[in-house]
């Protein structure tokens, strides 16, 4: 094994990339410890502003029961979103903010409008039930995604380089509707149990039992499909060019449109009659699902492709080994390295092997973009800092991605010869294996 990293393949900037000049200090306000600061505190505010309004909304006790109800889908939701961010697992602070973003601000900012929105139209209209229906299909749709899509639109313009094709908008746009529905269904289910304990109602035939099995059983997945039109929106925008400004905004406002759309479809479902709700639910909601399940997969695969294609450039350069590249594009041949790493190193070996295939998906896919001149200026930059992550952790990844490659590898036919053999096959020979090899122990 080479002891010095190998040079750089391909070498040299990318054409037509700007010189770079003398670096400037940034200004306070840019720095990034103040961002995350402003950030965070806008983020803790509206958490406190929100739940002192669901909790003047629905009473302590009832706010207690929402909280319990609505937490139960949300282990399941945030659990499918990584698993179809496993290719290339984006950062934890990112879905972390996306969530809190959804849960606190897109949830403050919705309340606020949607009911500012509502008053306003009934006392114009003196009719406060008209007012109600247009504030559902009309104004909730709107305010509700936009809040919404700005979680995803402030991931694609300052964390650039964790926003890298179709998957992470899905990913981002999904995580920050899971937070929104969560207060939302607080908000529902204590409402529902307060109204169950002014009227008496107990068991099924409760207004928390019909609440929770519309919103927690039939529908969890309705706000994350309604805001990942959004994040596949911003995701196509990603992949264009630079140059290409008019699809890079486009996209993401295709997207928005459609998510509005969908939406007020929703939450008018009622008016279609009293099947009115079922009626949508099955007509599209579910083939809706279905079908962006199926771009979400076909998507994930189509990366694993893009992996087994632009990763052998450096394995003839020699920064990786030449089975890699074909472990590195199978899902199966990761999780084997990672549990080969763990049972003969330990857990620290297994996370450097993760670590090891995530940077090794983030070259692969720079090296993509930038043979289709989709790459930025740091280029170069980037391709470097990533490939000496990767050298750095060679020593714990290798061995465990060769045995995943020869585990995983397709089986070669072999035509049987028309002889007899003796040896292996017939007798002479010992038929029992050789130890295992464990190469961490060397």
Same mark, same amino acid.
């Given at each position: 094994?080479?002891?010095?990293?190998?040079?750089?393949?391909?070498?040299?900037?990318?054409?037509?990339?700007?010189?770079?000049?003398?670096?400037?200090?940034?200004?306070?306000?840019?720095?990034?410890?103040?961002?995350?600061?402003?950030? /965070?505190?806008?983020? %803790?505010?509206?958490? !406190? &502003?929100? =739940?002192?309004?669901? +909790?003047?909304? #629905? @009473?302590?006790?009832?706010?207690?029961?929402?909280?319990?109800?609505?937490?139960?889908?949300?282990?399941?939701?945030?659990?499918?979103?990584?698993?179809?961010?496993?290719?290339?697992?984006?950062?934890?602070?990112?879905?972390?903010?996306?969530?809190?973003?959804?849960?606190?601000?897109?949830?403050?900012?919705?309340?606020?409008?949607?009911?500012?929105?509502?008053?306003?139209?009934?006392?114009?209209?003196?009719?406060?039930?008209?007012?109600?229906?247009?504030?559902?299909?009309?104004?909730?749709?709107?305010?509700?995604? /936009?809040?919404?899509? %700005?979680?995803?639109? !402030? &991931?694609? =313009?300052?964390?650039? +380089?964790?926003? #890298? @094709?179709?998957?992470?908008?899905?990913?981002?746009?999904?995580?920050?509707?899971?937070?929104?529905?969560?207060?939302?269904?607080?908000?529902?289910?204590?409402?529902?149990?307060?109204?169950?304990?002014?009227?008496?109602?107990?068991?099924?035939?409760?207004?928390?039992?019909?609440?929770?099995?519309?919103?927690?059983?039939?529908?969890?997945?309705?706000?994350?499909?309604?805001?990942?039109?959004?994040?596949?929106?911003?995701?196509?925008?990603?992949?264009?060019?630079?140059?290409?400004?008019?699809?890079?905004?486009?996209?993401?406002?295709?997207?928005?449109?459609?998510a509005m759309g969908m939406h007020a479809m929703w939450n008018g479902s009622s008016a279609f009659g009293e099947y009115g709700f079922f009626a949508v639910y099955a007509a599209f909601m579910v083939p809706i699902f279905g079908l962006l399940t199926w771009l979400v997969v076909w998507t994930r695969q189509r990366e694993l492709k893009t992996v087994r294609t632009e990763l052998p450039a450096y394995a003839v350069a020699g920064w990786l080994s030449p089975v890699e590249p074909y472990?590195?594009?199978?899902?199966?041949?990761?999780?084997?390295?990672?549990?080969?790493?763990?049972?003969?190193?330990?857990?620290?070996?297994?996370?450097?092997?993760?670590?090891?295939?995530?940077?090794?998906?983030?070259?692969?896919?720079?090296?993509?973009?930038?043979?289709?001149?989709?790459?930025?200026?740091?280029?170069?930059?980037?391709?470097?800092?990533?490939?000496?992550?990767?050298?750095?952790?060679?020593?714990?990844?290798?061995?465990?991605?060769?045995?995943?490659?020869?585990?995983?590898?397709?089986?070669?036919?072999?035509?049987?010869?028309?002889?007899?053999?003796?040896?292996?096959?017939?007798?002479?020979?010992?038929?029992?294996?050789?130890?295992?090899?464990?190469?961490?122990?060397?």
């Amino acid at each position: 094994m080479a002891t010095c990293p190998p040079h750089l393949y391909p070498s040299g900037p990318p054409a037509g990339a700007p010189a770079t000049g003398p670096l400037r200090h940034a200004h306070w306000w840019q720095r990034a410890w103040v961002r995350y600061g402003a950030l /965070t505190t806008l983020l %803790a505010i509206s958490g !406190l &502003v929100i =739940l002192a309004l669901v +909790r003047e909304e #629905t @009473g302590t006790e009832g706010f207690l029961v929402g909280l319990g109800l609505a937490t139960l889908p949300v282990p399941l939701l945030i659990a499918a979103f990584r698993w179809l961010d496993r290719v290339e697992p984006g950062s934890w602070r990112n879905l972390l903010f996306c969530f809190a973003w959804g849960a606190c601000a897109a949830a403050l900012i919705a309340i606020v409008a949607n009911s500012f929105a509502t008053r306003w139209i009934a006392t114009a209209t003196a009719d406060p039930s008209r007012a109600d229906t247009l504030g559902a299909t009309v104004i909730a749709p709107v305010v509700e995604e /936009t809040a919404k899509a %700005a979680a995803v639109l !402030l &991931v694609f =313009l300052f964390r650039r +380089r964790d926003f #890298t @094709g179709i998957l992470d908008g899905v990913v981002m746009a999904g995580v920050t509707a899971t937070g929104f529905a969560f207060t939302e269904n607080v908000l529902y289910l204590g409402t529902a149990f307060g109204t169950d304990q002014l009227t008496g109602g107990t068991g099924i035939a409760s207004v928390t039992a019909a609440t929770f099995f519309v919103r927690i059983i039939m529908s969890p997945f309705a706000h994350p499909l309604f805001t990942v039109l959004t994040g596949i929106g911003f995701g196509f925008s990603a992949l264009a060019a630079d140059r290409q400004h008019v699809r890079r905004v486009a996209f993401p406002l295709s997207g928005l449109l459609l998510a509005m759309g969908m939406h007020a479809m929703w939450n008018g479902s009622s008016a279609f009659g009293e099947y009115g709700f079922f009626a949508v639910y099955a007509a599209f909601m579910v083939p809706i699902f279905g079908l962006l399940t199926w771009l979400v997969v076909w998507t994930r695969q189509r990366e694993l492709k893009t992996v087994r294609t632009e990763l052998p450039a450096y394995a003839v350069a020699g920064w990786l080994s030449p089975v890699e590249p074909y472990a590195l594009g199978s899902m199966r041949a990761r999780r084997i390295a990672r549990r080969y790493a763990r049972r003969h190193a330990g857990r620290a070996a297994a996370r450097e092997v993760a670590q090891y295939e995530a940077y090794a998906t983030s070259l692969a896919f720079l090296r993509h973009r930038g043979r289709r001149g989709r790459a930025g200026a740091d280029f170069v930059v980037r391709e470097r800092e990533l490939l000496d992550e990767l050298w750095r952790r060679r020593e714990a990844a290798r061995p465990a991605l060769d045995y995943a490659a020869r585990i995983t590898a397709p089986p070669v036919p072999v035509a049987a010869p028309p002889w007899p053999v003796y040896g292996a096959y017939g007798y002479g020979y010992p038929t029992t294996p050789y130890p295992a090899y464990n190469p961490y122990r060397s």
